[in-house]
Nanobody, 115 residues
Framework: QVQLVESGGGLVQPGGSLRLSCAASATVVGIYVTGWYRQAPGNQRELVAT???????RYADSVKGRFTISRDNAKNTVYLQMNILKPEDTAVYYCNLETGAVGYWGQGTQVTVAS
């Protein structure tokens, strides 16, 4: 069983930045696919960004050029640097780990972009 704990959410003005962190309870970050998803009220959960064990990254079109996913294998932590935030980025952001056999989710962290 792997626990994922997100942190770093909050309220930010449009154009601002936030960095989300996802700490895993086991040495898995550099091995499996980890990623960030988000869910806004009334919407389905959607992919934001993923990073594979080999380091390949993937982004939703809506965040390309603004968000960057990265990881620190020694800390078993995945990050999501979010720049030039827009009101439409407002959502609960969830960390995800996929081993191929089992998927794990964090509890989510709220990001609100508003003036």
């Amino acid at each position: 069983q792997v626990q994922l704990v997100e942190s770093g959410g909050g309220l930010v003005q449009p154009g601002g930045s936030l960095r989300l962190s996802c700490a895993a309870s086991a040495t898995v970050v550099g091995i499996y696919v980890t990623g960030w998803y988000r869910q806004a009220p009334g919407n389905q959960r959607e992919l934001v960004a993923t990073i594979r064990g080999g380091g390949t990254t993937r982004y939703a079109d809506s965040v390309k050029g603004r968000f960057t996913i990265s990881r620190d294998n020694a800390k078993n932590t995945v990050y999501l640097q979010m720049n030039i935030l827009k009101p439409e980025d407002t959502a609960v952001y969830y960390c995800n780990l996929e081993t191929g056999a089992v998927g794990y989710w964090g509890q989510g962290t709220q990001v609100t972009v508003a003036s």
